[in-house]
C-alpha cells in the first residue's frame, strides 16, 4: 500500500502507469483537474530511489503517447516532480514531432499551452542547478527560437542564459513580434536599437502601435532609447 494505494511492486510499472495516466483524482477541487495525479502522489511516497526512477521513467515514455491527455498528463508529472529522471525523453518527443506540444491546451497550469508546462520543467531543473543539463539549456535555447518561443517564460530567460538570451534578441523578437513588450522589459540590451526591427514588425502586423513601443523602450531605457524611438 503505497499513498492509500495497493501496489504490486514485482509486476513493475508499466501497466500501473497505463491506467492511470489519465485519471483524475477526488482530492480537493484544487488538484482534481491534474490528469495523472496518483502517480505523483506514488512518486513522492516511494522510499525506493530506483523504484522512483523506474516510475518516472515509464512516465517519460509515454511522452510520444498519441492521446493528447496522455502526454498532458505526463508534462505536468515533470512539473510537479523536479527530481523525477527521464524528462529528456519527454523533450526528445517533443523536438521530433512539435505537433504533439506546440499545438494543443494544457490541462492545467498558468499558461494555456501544453508546451509551456514543458518550459516550466526545464526552468525549473535550470533555476536549481544553473550549470545544468547541457541537454535541457539545448532545448530551452530551441525553444526560445522556435514555433510562438518561450511565451511568458521570457522573464526567466536572462536568469537561465543570459549571455545568450541578451546574443539573440532580435531573433527573439523575429519569432514572437507578440511578445514584444515582455521582450523589451526582460531583456536588457546596451543598444536599443537592436530592437527596432522587430517592433516594427509588431507594429506592422498590429501587435502593438508606435505610443506603445515608445513608452515600453522609455520606461526600459530611458534617455538612451532616444536613437531607436526615432527610428521607429
Known sequence: ???????????????????????????????????????????????????????????ARRGDDPSLGARQAVALFFVLNVDAKGLEIVLDAWRDDPSRYDDHPAAFGPDRML???????????????????????????????????LGIHLHRAPLIDGTWTKGHVEQLLDVAPADWRRIIGSIHVESPIRLIPGCQRAIAEGYATREDVTAALTEQHGAQALPAITAL
Open 1 to 59: 500500500m503505497i499513498a492509500g494505494i495497493e501496489i504490486e511492486l514485482s509486476r513493475g510499472w508499466s501497466s500501473f502507469v497505463a491506467a492511470h495516466l489519465e485519471v483524475k483524482s477526488r482530492i480537493h477541487p484544487s488538484i482534481d483537474r491534474i490528469p495523472g495525479f496518483t502517480l505523483t502522489r506514488i512518486f513522492q511516497a516511494l522510499a525506493n530511489p530506483e523504484e522512483r526512477e523506474a516510475l518516472a521513467f515509464e512516465v
Open 115 to 149: 508546451k509551456s508546462n514543458l518550459l516550466e520543467a526545464i526552468a525549473c531543473r535550470l533555476r536549481r542547478d544553473p550549470g545544468g543539463s547541457a541537454g535541457l539549456l539545448a532545448v530551452w535555447r530551441w525553444a526560445a527560437l522556435h514555433g510562438t518561443g
